[in-house]
DNA sequence: ATTTTTGCAAAACATTTGCAGACAG
DNA sequence: CTGTCTGCAAATGTTTTGCAAAAAT
């Protein structure tokens, strides 16, 4: 007997605030901006309700490695397919807009290995902390 | 005044250890290492000496998404670039000998920005799994 | 000798889980 | 009503720190 899901309003407003990212988000941050709607929820909820969103796929979860927060989660559908920057300055990360990926990945693995997905972070300086100092 | 380094069999353990590993180890499998030779070290010191590695450019951190172990460390001059490959049947790690980059990552990210440089996993299965369903 | 490093234990964080009550359907 | 979901607190798991003793220079 499979249970059946149910909307509640931390649901909700977890959804909504993932609706309306721009970037992939922390437990933190997910956490600070659902305590503005839902005054009193509880961390551990936030932890239940992403954990649910991953595994009925409307979420998933992304390394941004060196960020303040390296477990990040952004909606499955944002893109078919796209990559993250991040600002080595200050820190926030940024989506790209093309794949720089080689056409057949396929070719740079040993004989016999199968490719089905890839992760790609870039690092460096954005608009903004590029020009100052 | 700055403190200055002393070698101990502990650090130099670990640095042997990292010279002979064939890919990125988590601090788990560093410590089972380590153990073996120099016994009784303490799971802080693996941390501690890690660390500092790291800090001296010796080693740097790997984040390999979804492995058992997503935090790991490698060499810094174990390639001048090389990216992973993560097996997500076996959850075993592998070095991929080519880059599958496009050239010029600048065209890939908005004007203004610069890419100093960026980390790659791919996923899929490696030799030994794909065979076998 | 002087200072860094170690191992242990405690502390600090991060994430998960048990449970009784609140709530959705 | 029935069973899921929530918030809390306790439990786990991971990484960091304080400290006295051990080791390196």
Redesign the pocket.
């Known amino acids: 007997?499979k249970?059946?899901?149910?909307?509640?309003?931390?649901?909700t407003c977890i959804q909504k605030i993932f609706q309306e990212a721009i970037g992939p988000l922390g437990?933190?941050e997910i956490y600070a901006l659902a305590s503005k709607d839902?005054k009193?929820?509880?961390?551990?909820?936030?932890?239940?309700?992403v954990?649910?969103l991953v595994d009925s796929g409307e979420i998933k979860k992304v390394n941004i490695p060196n960020a303040v927060e390296d477990?990040r989660y952004e909606r499955s559908d944002t893109a078919l397919h796209h990559h993250h920057f991040f600002c080595t300055k200050c820190n926030k990360t940024f989506d790209l807009t093309k794949c720089p990926m080689a056409s057949d990945l396929n070719k740079f693995v040993l004989p016999g290995f199968k490719v089905d997905a890839h992760e790609l972070t870039l690092y460096g300086l954005c608009a903004n902390c590029h020009g100052k100092k």
């Open positions: 007997m249970p059946q899901v149910r909307n509640t309003k931390q649901k437990i933190s839902v009193g929820i509880g961390l551990a909820t936030v932890y239940r309700v954990g649910g477990v």
